[in-house]
């Protein structure tokens, strides 16, 4: 079974444009979360999308956002890149579908450097 | 309040010793508890999941969970170097997953 799948591995974007980051969560898996990890912050949790509807969001601006396709495949994207936005981010898929919490599963990450 | 707090290190274990790492939240209503190893340079790596109080073990690793004191902790026998890691414990409700600052673990052979 293919694991969670993050493209593309590495980015390189100027202050002011904009950026897609997409992650393929594994097969059967509905439940897609995105997260910010910077040496400074740490893992820092951007939002959650269940059956192409995001359930959760964490306290980023509105430059931030995401979606889901019926696929269960995710897009985020980040308009006007700041130099702050760099940093990788993860995206991790979870077999869940409502009641108990279920193990998520990290993809390999996309390495965003603002420049 | 952080609302994963974990002491971020660095702890330095010899090999063969018992690691001891900790892990407190703020929400008293979470419901799952995980324990995430994270290499350098690599993506976080589930090694353990607990969702009841007491003690979950699996190989070298024992999780402890004690709801009533809001605390998660995470043992590791015999520690080797390849335990050289970040460990990060994670906390959920609603499928809606926190991560502590994360501690860095060093095995000194």
């Known amino acids: 079974k293919a694991g969670v799948t993050q493209t593309p591995r590495y980015l390189i974007k100027t202050r002011g444009q904009q950026v897609t980051l997409s992650c393929s969560p594994i097969?059967?898996?509905?439940?897609v979360s995105w997260y910010q990890q910077t040496p400074g912050q740490g893992l820092q949790f951007l939002f959650e999308?269940?059956?192409?509807?995001?359930?959760n969001k964490g306290n980023f601006p509105g430059r931030f956002s995401g979606r889901q396709f019926s696929n269960s495949r995710s897009e985020m994207n980040v308009s006007t890149l700041e130099l702050g936005d760099s940093a990788l981010y993860l995206c991790?898929?979870?077999?869940?579908?409502?009641?108990?919490?279920?193990?998520?599963?990290f993809g390999q990450g996309t390495r965003l450097t603002v420049v | 309040q952080k609302e994963v707090e974990q002491n971020s290190g660095p702890l330095s274990v010899p090999e063969g010793a018992i690691a001891s790492l900790n892990c407190t939240y703020s929400?008293?209503?979470?419901?799952?508890f995980f324990w995430y190893r994270q290499y350098s340079g690599k993506s976080p790596e589930l090694i353990m999941s607990?969702?009841?109080?007491g003690d979950k073990e699996d190989g070298r690793f024992t999780a402890q969970l004690n709801k009533a004191s809001q605390y998660v902790s995470l043992l590791i026998r015999d520690s080797q170097p390849s335990d050289s890691a970040t460990y990060l414990c994670?906390?959920?409700?609603?499928?809606?997953?926190?991560f502590g600052a994360g501690t860095r673990l060093t095995v000194k052979p």
């Open positions: 991790a898929s979870s077999p869940w579908t409502g009641g108990e919490n279920t193990e998520a599963f």
């Open positions: 097969s059967g898996h509905r439940s």
């Open positions: 607990i969702y009841s109080n």
């Open positions: 994670a906390v959920s409700r609603n499928n809606d997953m926190r």
């Open positions: 929400d008293r209503v979470s419901q799952s």
């Open positions: 999308y269940f059956s192409e509807t995001q359930r």
